[in-house]
């Protein structure tokens, strides 16, 4: 039986997998970190492989449509985050 940290680290979305679904989102690094409410810089280091993509924000960017990029930057823009 595998243990829950296992399962979780199983699931985890790779740096290319991520990058693909920037790319079908047509969305740029900024206005897609600013969608997600994160940094640019956190952003690049997921689509490097240097830090791994937490699992909540993998989950958002697979159910996302391409419109919904722009909506939610510019909302969070709005908001000053």
Known sequence: MMQRGATLLAERMDAKT???HRKRLNATQTDLAAALGVH???LT???TGFSAVPTVHARLVERMKPGDV???ARTARKEGR
Do not use: I, L, M, S
Request: positive net charge; charged residues 40%; aromatic residues 24%.
């Open 45 to 47: 280091r997921w689509e």
């Open 18 to 20: 991520f990058k693909a």
């Open 70 to 72: 722009a909506r939610f």
């Open 40 to 42: 640019r810089v956190t």
